[in-house]
Each structure stands twice: as C-alpha cells, then as structure tokens.
C-alpha cells in the first residue's frame, strides 16, 4: 500500500533526490519514483562523474550538495586502502580524473545518496518506488489531480495523488503527459533575439545522448567483446562537420572547432596526486583515459588495484542522429551500438603509441555500471523538454559575449547560483559543438514557475531555461540546486497555504522564502567571481 503523500516527486535523479531530502527535511510527506532501479541519475544510472565550476570547493554550491561531495569522500577514507597523502587531501579526487575535482564511481554515489535517504525513509515520511515510470497524468483547471505510474517489473499500474508533482524526469516527461506547456529543441532566434538560435524553431534540434561505459586495461589479456551488430556503419561513419570518422582520436575542439587528435594510453605511470582538474583554464578532454577517470590505482596502497577505471563519455560515443525525445527506443537502441561499437574499435583497431592497433586488454566494467552487459543503466540525457515559465533564461543573461566576464543578470528571486560554460554537445539538428564562455550565474525562482500549472514544478534540467541556455543549467550541481529550491518550495506552499505564483511574484512572500533557504545553505548570490 503507497501512501497518500504531500509531495509526489516523479524521477529519482538528482534534482528528485534533493527534492525529496528538502520536502522531507520540512517535515513533508513524500513519495519518489525513478524509472531504473538505481537513485541519482547522472551520477548513478548515467555513471557521468560530475561537471562543475572551478569553485566548487569553496562557494557556488548548496550546504547539501556539499555534504553529498564530502561523504563521497568519507566514503573513499573510510573503505578504500589509500595511501596516506591521499587520504590526508581535503580535495581528494578519488579517479585524479581531469573533468572534475570529484571523479569517483558511481556505486559510491548509489551509497552515499542512499544513506541521506535513508532516515527520512525510516521515519515514514518517504516511499521510494524504483522501477517505475510515469505513463499518464489527469489535470483540470490548472491543477495535476493525478499521476499513473507503470511498474515495470510486473507492469503494474497505481495512480498516485497529491498536493504538489515535481517533475524530476531526465526528459521532462510529465510536462507531457500533464499537458504543461513547454518547449523542446531550439527556439527561433526571433523568441528571444539569441545570437546562437537558428532562424527558425527546431524542436526536433536536441543536443546529443551519450551511453556511458567503464573500462579497465590488464596488459597481456584478451577481453574483446563480440563484434556489435551495427559495427560497420559506425566504423564507415563519418560526420560531415568531424575531420574524419567519429570511431578515431582526432575530433573537433568544442571551443574552437578546430581538428584536435586525443591521446589514449590506459594506465600511465604519472602520479595522480599530481593532476588538476580545472575547466576555467584547462578542458582536460585531449587525453582520454584521464579525462573522466574514476579510480586511479596509484592513489592506493601498492598492488591493491591492478587498474584504474576510466569512464568513456567522449566525443567518440556521442550520439545525435535521431532525437531522443520522441524516439526514445530507436535513439537509445542506436547509441548503445554506438558504444559497443567504440569499444569494439578500441579494442581492435585503435592505433597505439607503440605503433601497433587495438587494445585487447580493456575490459568493460559490468560491476562498476550495474547492469548485465557493462553498459549504462540509462542515456546520459543533456536536454529535456523545458517548462515556459515565468522567467526564461537566455543567452543575454549569461553569455560573456553579451555581459563581459563580470555581468550577467541579477534576479530578485534568486534562488540559487551555478557556474559552467554554455556547452552544448553535436545535435541532432547537424549542429557542431556550441561552447560559449559565459559567467557565474543565477537561478531564477521564476524559470521554476509555469506560466500556468499551479501545482506542477520543474526539479531538474526542465526549467525555465533555452536550448542555448539549458547548455551551463545542465550540470550536477545546478540540477541539485534547482531540485531542492523545488522540494523547498513546495513544502513552503503546503505549510503555508499559498502557490508557488505568490511566492515568486509577491515581495514579502519571497523573503519569507528565501529566509528559509538561506538558513538551510542554499547560495543565492555570487561572491566576485570571472566568467570563464
């Protein structure tokens, strides 16, 4: 028997997971649903090691996401044979991997999230229902009234009610089946006069998948796997806007769009203590293995990993040749062959530093993923659909083109901040990379209101944003932010007996509000800080 709760959070990714912790800490009822069996979303089922700004370490972040980061790490000291130095590190980047000052697996993630769960859950005020996914919503008069889910274990269906629905699906899924207005793709340029908006609206134009994969590399052994079914087309396939085909290391530089060959050489002999993950002055992304590593073997004692683990989110398994949103089973049947065949080639064909081709000794990681075949429990989904909202986000609130290195727009009802550059990946439009330096910026409560849906809220990438804008307000610590302020929010409402449209529009509302998350450490503005 579910519950009849006061929140119903749809998607257990991290915006669902940090809503659900910031309704339950408020004393709320709850119920959070996830479609995989896993929590977390980007960090967990996608196995995408977090992207953030070059501050994370001390602003730019909610009081929560930091303890997320913190008992990462605690985990890492408490479990793992570490040698001392490392241990010792405040900043411990447990994969010394480049693309973030936290690289670790997702497993740990699983845990560590679990374990914030895991109270609220003991105490009755929360039910997790894993496996299942949203199949249709009833609404009247501006209202949800309900909810179907589809447990997809036996297929059965349980309609669930409550007072606020926040949508934390990776493809904004109940804006949908809700009937929630909303915007999918690319907006014409004329909307809102974006110098990086096409002409006209492409709502089939979405930023690229990615199936995620872990590996390892034993010298000496031979772990290739099965020749993947559509392994000639991805071997002959070659992008028209890619210096050559999309299965080799050289590939445009997301900046520049300039030919740039990547480097691949499993288990180096460098010392990770030694690596710095710092996007605002370096990328990371040219050398491969260290990119988005996830255990690197030399922070531990000698001999108790035979191999690190990198996590393979390149430009090379990217995929864009049909939107996800609205062909989901086509698009994801394809860029898992994508993968497979990636690692295929790898482990076949690849050229070496030696001058020989593949390497037989990389193992896909099945433990480390949780799935039968090693591959990713779900997509790693970039852009969802997007709520219209009160307040939208464009490039001229955030792009340093447009504000220079120290403007970007100040919200009166900031509830939050983040920090990335407008990074949007190959689309399915035909579009190259769009990298755009832009600034530290703020989030809106307005971009988490819709226009007019009264007990509806966005709690993920879905929010008030563009598809240029949506490419900085993607990232983990951003996706948090917005899913507690929504959780926040909510219970708020319900507490108080007023709608999210009053909060954000009435002065004294909001500072009553914002009182609230300033004291749970929620960040709402920006210290002195350069765009990058």
Request: net charge negative.
């Amino acid at each position: 028997m579910i519950p009849e709760a006061d929140i119903l959070v749809v998607g257990g990714g991290l915006g669902g997971v940090a809503a659900a912790l910031a309704a339950c800490r408020a004393g709320r009822s709850v119920v959070l649903t996830e479609e995989t069996d896993w929590i977390g979303g980007q960090l967990t089922s996608q196995a995408v090691p977090p992207d953030e700004h070059p501050w994370v370490e001390q602003f730019g972040t909610t009081a929560s996401y930091r303890r997320l980061r913190e008992e990462i790490r605690r985990y890492y000291r408490h479990w793992y044979p570490l040698r001392a130095e490392a241990s010792a590190l405040t900043d411990l980047n447990p994969g010394a991997g480049r693309v973030s000052k936290l690289c670790h697996e997702p497993k740990v993630a699983l845990a560590v999230l679990e374990g914030m769960l895991a109270p609220h859950r003991a105490a009755g005020r929360l039910t997790v229902l894993t496996e299942h996914r949203p199949v249709s919503a009833e609404s009247d008069n501006d209202v949800v009234r309900s909810v179907t889910l589809k447990d997809l274990r036996d297929g059965t269906r349980r309609t669930l009610t409550a007072r606020y629905v926040l949508d934390a699906t990776e493809t904004g899924e109940l804006l949908h089946l809700a009937g929630v207005e909303h915007a999918n793709g690319a907006e014409a340029r004329a909307e809102f006069d974006e110098p990086h908006a096409p002409d006209e609206a492409q709502p089939l134009n979405q930023q690229g998948i990615t199936v995620c994969f872990a590996l390892s590399h034993h010298e000496g052994e031979d772990h290739t796997i099965d020749r993947p079914d559509d392994y000639a087309f991805w071997r002959g396939y070659r992008p028209s806007f890619w210096p050559g085909p999309l299965l080799g290391f050289e590939a445009p530089d997301p900046r520049t769009l300039e030919p740039v060959p990547r480097t691949f050489v499993p288990n180096p002999d460098l010392d990770p203590l030694g690596v710095s993950a710092d996007q605002s002055s370096d990328a990371g992304d040219k050398e491969l293995w260290g990119f988005r590593r996830i255990l690197a073997r030399k922070l531990h004692a000698p001999g108790a990993f035979d191999s690190d683990i990198t996590l393979v989110n390149w430009p090379l398994n990217d995929y864009w040749l049909k939107p996800y949103i609205g062909r989901e089973s086509e698009a994801l049947r394809e860029a898992r062959q994508l993968s497979l065949s990636l690692l295929y080639w790898l482990q076949t064909e690849a050229p070496r530093a030696d001058g020989g081709t593949g390497f037989p000794g990389l193992r896909i990681r099945p433990d480390v993923t949780g799935t039968a075949d090693g591959l990713a429990k779900a997509a790693y989904v970039r852009e969802s659909r997007r709520i219209k909202a009160v307040t939208t986000v464009t490039e001229h609130d955030v792009a340093i083109d447009m504000v220079g290195p120290y403007g970007g727009t100040r919200h009166r009802d900031s509830v939050g901040v983040g920090g990335y550059r407008i990074d949007l990946h190959p689309s399915t439009g035909g579009d190259n990379y769009i990298d755009i330096g832009s600034v530290p910026f703020e989030i809106p409560l307005g971009a988490l209101v819709p226009r007019r849906v009264r007990n509806l809220l966005p709690a993920g990438k879905n929010i008030g944003t563009t598809h240029i804008t949506n490419g900085c307000y993607r990232l983990h610590p951003v996706e948090w932010n917005v899913g507690e302020v929504a959780g926040a929010l909510a219970a708020h409402c319900v507490a108080e007996d007023v709608e999210p449209h009053q909060v954000q529009a009435e002065d004294k509302r909001f500072e009553e509000f914002a009182r609230l998350l300033d004291r749970a450490g929620v960040q709402r503005h920006w210290p002195d800080v350069r765009g990058y």
